[in-house]
């Protein structure tokens, strides 16, 4: 019984040798599919890092462009503001030029309407002054708000202030930029 035993023991032997090197050889895989994942898992994290740093640098642009635009959007009114308040105290101004200054800026406006038979209309307190001035119109007892309207045949000329201001506006807003902000 001794040859069975020891056919047994080898048989056990060898099992065990052969269990070992299953158990070794799926132990070698397990750390070689580990280490994979591992390296595919730091990959991953790079490429995450690597995106979210890309991300972060854009949001971070893009934040900055907005403050700028906002910023650069608040100045532009602003200066806007006070190119409106310039603006209305000019009209306010004109309304309230002295006879002498009023008939000066009617005769520059009325400048080369040959046609004598034209009718003028301005505001009362100045309607004797131009009356006056003899600028060749005849002079309407008609009143009007502020600057003047003259009738040519068909033609009708707005010299109402707050018209030439609206009218000039783009021009203006040029010319106060420039003066207030250069």
Known sequence: MAGLENILNKIIEDAKT????????????KNTIVE????????LADKINEIS??????ILKRAKSS???????????????????ILEKAIVELE???????????????????????????P???????K?????????????DRGFVLHDGN???NGDFRAIVKSEREELEKFLAEKLFS
């Not at 052969?18 to 895989?29: L, M, N, P, T, V």
């Not at 994979?36 to 990959?43: E, P, Q, V, W």
């Not at 009362?124 to 131009?130: D, F, L, N, P």
């Open 18 to 29: 052969k269990a070992d090197e299953i158990i070794a050889e799926a132990e070698d895989k």
């Open 67 to 85: 403050a700028e635009l906002k910023a650069r959007d608040d100045v532009l009114a602003e200066k806007h503001k006070v190119i409106d308040r």
């Open 155 to 157: 033609l009708i000329y």
């Open 132 to 144: 006056n001035a003899n600028l060749g119109f005849k002079v309407s007892d008609k009143d009007v």
């Open 53 to 58: 740093k890309r991300e972060r640098e854009d």
């Open 36 to 43: 994979k994942r591992k390296d595919d898992a730091k990959f």
């Open 124 to 130: 009362s307190k100045y309607r004797e002054a131009v």
């Open 96 to 122: 309230n030029l002295s006879e002498e200054d009023f008939v000066k800026f009617v005769k520059n406006n009325v400048e080369g309407v040959d046609d004598k038979n034209s009718i003028l209309d301005v």
